[in-house]
């Protein structure tokens, strides 16, 4: 457990997280453009931002965002996500927290929903979330294979926790998806995973971005199907096996930004930050068309 260090107040989260979704239009940074050749171009992220704690180990949420922010990103990914979880993150929602001090749109995806553990608090919540600064035209959140590390003798189950958002990006539609493949040795679960995701995934046309942690490195045998639809975009810049986790002492590439046919990749490259645990990967892609 992380220890919780003062931050802003998470009061009127719930409202927050409605506002924040209508200021999706609001600007990080540097907009992202339309080119009437290159079609659309925007900055994405993935991010395991581990609860809100850095590689040290403390909790500090504004240290996260201003990791974020340096990188003037139009979507970012994020993994680890705590809303009104517990402690560790002072009960804070992070997603509506991140979402407002951006000014980006957000959508959270539970994957764990808990009854509250203090009384007159609300459920316990813990997942993945998108932040854009497009508008979110529409959003859910899926369910894939999971081995609950919250329910005893668990056994391999469908469950939520992959959100699929669709952005409108300077007229260009595109399908997000982020996700947190399980940690576990054993590649079995994280096989069935991506079996799960490629279908759903499949039910979708137009241009498609996958971020997130896979827990595995590029040339993993559970991963292969994926590359038969998806790019990685560090490998495309020359980057394939940069490593992004632990961020202190980086030795294995688990982070990912991928993308379907018919997008390219202007730029790669993996942050040196320790906000988390892990180094976040950001990549500069374009061709996305109206």
């Given at each position: ?31 992202a ?47 680890e996500v ?16 991140l979402?407002?001090?951006?000014r980006?749109?957000?959508f ?127 490998t ?49 892609l ?5």
């Amino acid at each position: 457990m992380f220890p919780p260090k003062p931050h802003p107040s998470r009061h009127g989260s719930r409202a927050a997280a409605a506002l924040a979704l209508l200021l999706g239009t609001l600007a990080l940074g540097p907009p992202a453009h339309a080119d009437g050749r290159r079609g659309v171009r925007l900055r994405v992220m993935a991010y395991n931002i581990q609860a809100g704690a850095g590689a040290d180990h403390v909790f500090d949420l504004e240290r996260q965002a201003r990791a974020i922010e340096s990188e003037h990103p139009d979507v970012v990914g994020l993994e680890e996500v705590d809303v009104d979880w517990a402690a560790r993150s002072d009960y804070t929602d992070e997603a509506s927290w991140l979402a407002r001090r951006l000014r980006m749109g957000v959508f959270f995806a539970p994957i764990y929903t808990l009854p509250p553990d203090r009384t007159g608090a609300p459920e316990r919540r813990f997942g993945i979330a998108v932040l854009s600064r497009f508008p979110i035209l529409r959003a859910q959140n899926l369910q894939i294979t999971r081995l609950s590390t919250q329910t005893p003798d668990a056994v391999p189950a469908p469950a939520p926790g992959f959100p699929e958002v669709l952005i409108n990006a300077h007229g260009a539609r595109i399908w997000v998806y982020v996700t947190h493949l399980d940690y576990r040795s054993d590649p079995g679960v994280r096989k069935a995973q991506v079996a799960d995701m490629n279908s759903l995934m499949a039910r979708r046309h137009g241009p498609k971005l996958l971020l997130g942690d896979f827990n595995a490195e590029p040339d993993a045998a559970e991963l292969a199907p994926l590359w038969t639809g998806l790019t990685d975009a560090l490998t495309v810049a020359g980057q394939r096996t940069t490593p992004t986790w632990p961020a202190d002492a980086p030795a294995k590439r688990i982070d990912y930004v991928t993308f379907s046919a018919g997008v390219g990749v202007s730029g790669a490259h993996v942050p040196d930050t320790l906000a988390s645990d892990h180094r976040p990967v950001v990549a500069d892609l374009r061709g996305f068309r109206s």
